[in-house]
């Protein structure tokens, strides 16, 4: 699987299909968070969420991962035009968040938006495993992620909408994985509580802040 030749239009895609409905899932939460003074951002693309979250934390330490180069490169070009002084904030790795050996850090926020779509249930358990090794006691872990409605007159066009999703990705880059997988079990086995959520397009589209260590 290889996000490289949709890096480009990827933005351009989301916003034929979705708006700016999307972009506004993944930063939802950002006002909510207690001072935080670093953070993990995990297949963020082309870098809106890191843009607008070193923004939003002028003090913040951003360590960004992606598997894809030309992410990188746009995510690096985005921020640069945005705001350059950030960049010294900022750490860009190109690795697999399954296998890359980051920093033994202690993140107080970990985000990860429309990413566990991608990966099978072991392997969104693995990547929680490894990352909440990484958590500090009270960390954020902020995910936005599609879902099936509750409801079922809703599920009638989120269920065709989310097999085309799919299939494009598998026939653009190659994705395997063709189904949602839960991360909310993982993230509880290691610790963290559901605090907040935002749903929007009838519960399609979520994004929840989970804290670690409360009920
Ligand atoms: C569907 S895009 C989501 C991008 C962005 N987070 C967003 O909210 O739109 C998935 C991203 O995950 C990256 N990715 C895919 N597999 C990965 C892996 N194993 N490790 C790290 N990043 C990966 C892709 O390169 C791509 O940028």
Same mark, same amino acid.
């Not at 001072?35 to 890191?50: I, K, M, Y």
């Not at 936005?144 to 065709?160: I, M, T």
């Given at each position: 699987?290889?996000?490289?030749?949709?890096?480009?239009?990827?933005?351009?895609?989301?916003?034929?299909?979705?708006?700016?409905?999307?972009?506004?899932?993944?930063?939802?939460?950002?006002?909510?968070?207690?001072?935080?003074?670093?953070?993990?951002?995990?297949?963020?693309?082309?870098?809106?969420?890191?843009?607008?979250?070193?923004?939003?934390?002028?003090?913040?330490?951003?360590?960004?991962?992606?598997?894809?180069?030309?992410?990188?490169?746009?995510?690096?070009?985005?921020?640069?035009?945005?705001?350059?002084?950030?960049?010294?904030?900022?750490?860009?790795?190109?690795?697999?968040?399954?296998?890359?050996?980051?920093?033994?850090?202690?993140?107080?926020?970990?985000?990860?938006?429309?990413?566990?779509?991608? =990966?099978?249930?072991?392997? !969104?358990? %693995?990547?929680?495993? #490894?990352? +909440?090794?990484?958590? $500090? /006691?009270?960390? *954020?872990?902020?995910?936005?992620?599609?879902?099936?409605?509750?409801?079922?007159?809703?599920?009638?066009?989120?269920?065709?909408?989310?097999?085309?999703?799919?299939? =494009?990705?598998?026939?653009? !880059?190659? %994705?395997?994985?063709? #189904?949602? +997988?839960?991360?909310? $079990? /993982?993230?509880? *086995?290691?610790?963290?509580?559901?605090?907040?959520?935002?749903?929007?397009?009838?519960?399609?589209?979520?994004?929840?802040?989970?804290?670690?260590?409360?009920?």
């Amino acid at each position: 699987m290889n996000c490289d030749p949709l890096a480009r239009s990827y933005r351009w895609m989301e916003y034929a299909v979705f708006g700016t409905t999307l972009q506004r899932c993944r930063c939802c939460h950002l006002q909510g968070l207690q001072n935080p003074r670093s953070a993990l951002v995990l297949g963020d693309g082309d870098g809106r969420f890191t843009a607008r979250l070193a923004e939003r934390y002028p003090d913040l330490r951003i360590d960004y991962l992606d598997i894809s180069g030309n992410m990188i490169a746009l995510a690096r070009r985005r921020i640069e035009r945005a705001n350059a002084a950030s960049m010294q904030r900022i750490r860009f790795h190109q690795g697999d968040a399954r296998t890359a050996a980051l920093r033994s850090e202690s993140y107080d926020v970990i985000a990860a938006h429309f990413f566990f779509d991608f =990966f099978s249930f072991a392997d !969104v358990e %693995l990547m929680i495993s #490894r990352m +909440s090794a990484l958590a $500090a /006691p009270g960390a *954020a872990w902020i995910v936005s992620d599609f879902e099936l409605p509750p409801n079922r007159l809703s599920a009638l066009w989120a269920r065709p909408l989310l097999r085309t999703m799919y299939l =494009f990705f598998r026939f653009s !880059v190659g %994705l395997d994985n063709q #189904r949602l +997988s839960d991360w909310r $079990a /993982p993230l509880r *086995a290691h610790g963290f509580s559901s605090r907040n959520a935002c749903r929007l397009w009838a519960g399609f589209i979520v994004s929840e802040l989970w804290i670690r260590g409360t009920e």
